[in-house]
């Protein structure tokens, strides 16, 4: 199935593109959910409301995940609950030669180099130290050259020595120590497959990014695209980290957990659900409303700082079954 391209608004060389610009970037590993639609709708009201330009981008760059029909699934719903984006949509899976292209420029600057490490071998060396997000920090064992030149390899990106520091609307300011929290990072794997990281700081900047909306659990990817913008010479966006919605032991909605698809029957209902969690205070007539109607009414109430330092917050209990 295809899908219109929505009106074309300004390209990064465009002398307009100075606008404000978001974007959302659902991963197609199954369909739209609660958790997900917060980030879309979060990301969508700020664009609105700043007069600015809402890009939409599958990031499908990870095919061993891909769900087949789980991207078209996620426009029709976007579709169906309103959503109106701005230029083309954007498939990761087909910038290859960009990410690419972003990978040659850090090599040619002595800032990647070869790891032949499993993760066993990198638990083995340390056990428990891990970073915020679980991720086992990688401790440099090939920073010199491959322990097993025989293997296939990934690509790792040599971190900065000094803290990664950024202040976000929400969250606050935020410092992150990346060579004893994370360590040189992998930016292309050891499968041949760019990895996420790198393709969304090359994405962000090729679309023009301005701010980014996204969740709470992202937070601390963003100094590791920070470092990696530094090093290509890129700008950085805004940040803005919404609250995530978890289930009632406070896991993450998300498709590993088993996060339930958003009700295509309800829209307006479901949306004013979103725009609770998002502490905006909708009123309850909203359910009877059009979804045209709660836009309106969403746009002309929309306060970002009403979330300030609310990292996560517990779903609706219709939105986790």
Same mark, same amino acid.
């Given at each position: 199935?295809?899908?219109?391209?929505?009106?074309?608004?300004?390209?990064? $060389? $465009?002398?307009?593109?100075?606008?404000?610009?978001?974007?959302?970037?659902?991963?197609?590993?199954? %369909?739209?959910?609660?958790? /997900?639609?917060?980030?879309?709708?979060?990301?969508?009201?700020?664009?609105?409301?700043?007069?600015?330009?809402?890009?939409?981008?599958?990031?499908?760059?990870?095919?061993?995940?891909?769900?087949?029909?789980?991207?078209?699934?996620?426009?029709?719903?976007?579709?169906?609950?309103?959503?109106?984006?701005?230029?083309?949509?954007?498939?990761? /899976?087909?910038?290859?030669?960009?990410?690419?292209?972003?990978?040659?420029?850090?090599?040619?600057?002595?800032?990647?180099?070869?790891?032949?490490?499993?993760?066993? !071998?990198?638990?083995?060396y340390a056990p428990r130290n891990l970073d915020?997000?679980? !991720?086992?920090?990688?401790?440099?064992?090939?920073?010199?050259?491959?322990?097993?030149?025989?293997?296939?390899?990934?690509?790792?990106?040599?971190? %900065?020595?000094?803290?990664?520091?950024?202040?976000?609307?929400?969250?606050?300011?935020?410092?992150?120590?990346?060579?004893?929290?994370?360590?040189?990072?992998?930016?292309?794997?050891?499968?041949?497959?760019? @990895?996420?990281?790198?393709?969304?700081?090359?994405?962000?900047?090729?679309?023009?990014?301005?701010?980014?909306?996204?969740?709470?659990?992202?937070?601390?990817?963003?100094?590791?695209?920070?470092?990696?913008?530094?090093?290509?010479?890129?700008?950085?966006? +805004?940040?803005?980290?919404? %609250?995530?919605?978890?289930?009632?032991?406070?896991?993450?909605?998300?498709?590993?957990? !088993?996060?339930?698809?958003?009700?295509?029957?309800?829209?307006?209902?479901?949306?004013?659900?979103?725009?609770?969690?998002? $502490?905006?205070? %909708?009123?309850? @007539?909203?359910?009877?409303?059009?979804?045209?109607?709660?836009?309106?009414? +969403?746009?002309?109430?929309?306060n970002v700082d009403s979330m300030a330092g609310?990292?996560?917050?517990? @779903?609706?209990?219709?939105?986790?079954?």
């Open positions: 199935m295809s899908f219109p391209t929505k009106a074309q608004g300004p390209t990064p $060389n $465009n002398p307009r593109a100075s606008i404000y610009r978001g974007r959302f970037a659902p991963s197609p590993t199954g %369909p739209l959910h609660f958790g /997900s639609l917060v980030a879309a709708v979060g990301s969508y009201l700020d664009a609105k409301v700043s007069q600015g330009e809402w890009r939409l981008r599958i990031e499908d760059v990870d095919t061993q995940r891909t769900v087949p029909g789980a991207a078209d699934g996620i426009l029709r719903t976007l579709e169906r609950y309103g959503f109106e984006w701005d230029g083309e949509i954007v498939y990761q /899976s087909a910038r290859g030669a960009l990410y690419e292209q972003a990978l040659h420029s850090l090599t040619r600057g002595g800032l990647t180099y070869l790891c032949s490490c499993s993760r066993a !071998e990198i638990e083995a915020e997000e679980g !991720e086992l920090r990688y401790p440099g064992l090939c920073r010199h050259g491959p322990l097993h030149p025989d293997r296939a390899m990934a690509v790792r990106f040599r971190v %900065p020595e000094l803290p990664i520091a950024f202040t976000d609307r929400l969250q606050g300011t935020v410092t992150v120590d990346l060579p004893g929290s994370i360590g040189d990072f992998v930016v292309k794997r050891r499968d041949g497959l760019f @990895a996420y990281q790198l393709a969304v700081t090359v994405d962000d900047r090729d679309q023009g990014i301005t701010h980014v909306v996204r969740g709470a659990d992202l937070l601390y990817n963003t100094p590791r695209q920070m470092a990696l913008q530094s090093a290509l010479g890129f700008g950085s966006p +805004a940040y803005v980290h919404l %609250p995530i919605a978890t289930d009632e032991s406070g896991r993450k909605l998300s498709k590993a957990t !088993e996060a339930t698809a958003v009700d295509l029957k309800k829209p307006a209902s479901t949306l004013r659900q979103v725009l609770a969690f998002l $502490n905006q205070s %909708p009123p309850a @007539a909203l359910d009877r409303e059009s979804v045209v109607d709660v836009w309106r009414w +969403a746009k002309s109430h929309w609310i990292a996560a917050k517990q @779903a609706p209990a219709t939105a986790q079954t």
